[in-house]
């Protein structure tokens, strides 16, 4: 190959799924196919045994004011439902927002859970 040959979409690919492994080891990666140059689609699933315990799928578009990341996170099977979505300018930034988020929500319901647990108790 010719040292200023553009790159396939293939080492595109190749070059995004190298950035997930990195950020997150943990999870399998499948770059679709319908995946172009300028706007990749991933997706990533976390298993344990033959329980699939959460998908993501993360998308890598190249807009003219640069890189964009967005990315979503779904539950536990094949069939779940979305939990969490973000974006960010940079892979890192976007999975940590949708952390944050995550994290955000599981205060939320323990707040919930023990408002429950007191109500039920009769107590406050």
């Not at 003219?64 to 094949?78: A, C, H, M, P, V």
């Amino acid at each position: 190959m010719k040292k200023n040959a553009p790159e396939t979409i293939k080492q595109f690919s190749d070059r995004f799924r190298e950035e997930l492994k990195k950020v997150m080891p943990g999870y399998k990666w499948t770059i679709s196919k319908l995946s172009y140059r300028d706007h990749l689609h991933a997706y990533g699933i976390l298993s344990s045994g033959f329980n699939r315990l959460s998908t993501m799928h993360v998308v890598r578009d190249i807009k003219t004011t640069g890189i964009e990341y967005s990315s979503r996170l779904f539950g536990f099977g094949t069939r779940a439902p979305l939990i969490s979505e973000s974006s960010g300018t940079t892979l890192r930034q976007c999975l940590r927002n949708l952390q944050d988020q995550c994290e955000s929500e599981k205060y939320k319901w323990r707040g919930a859970v023990s408002y429950l647990e007191h109500g039920r108790k009769g107590e406050l």
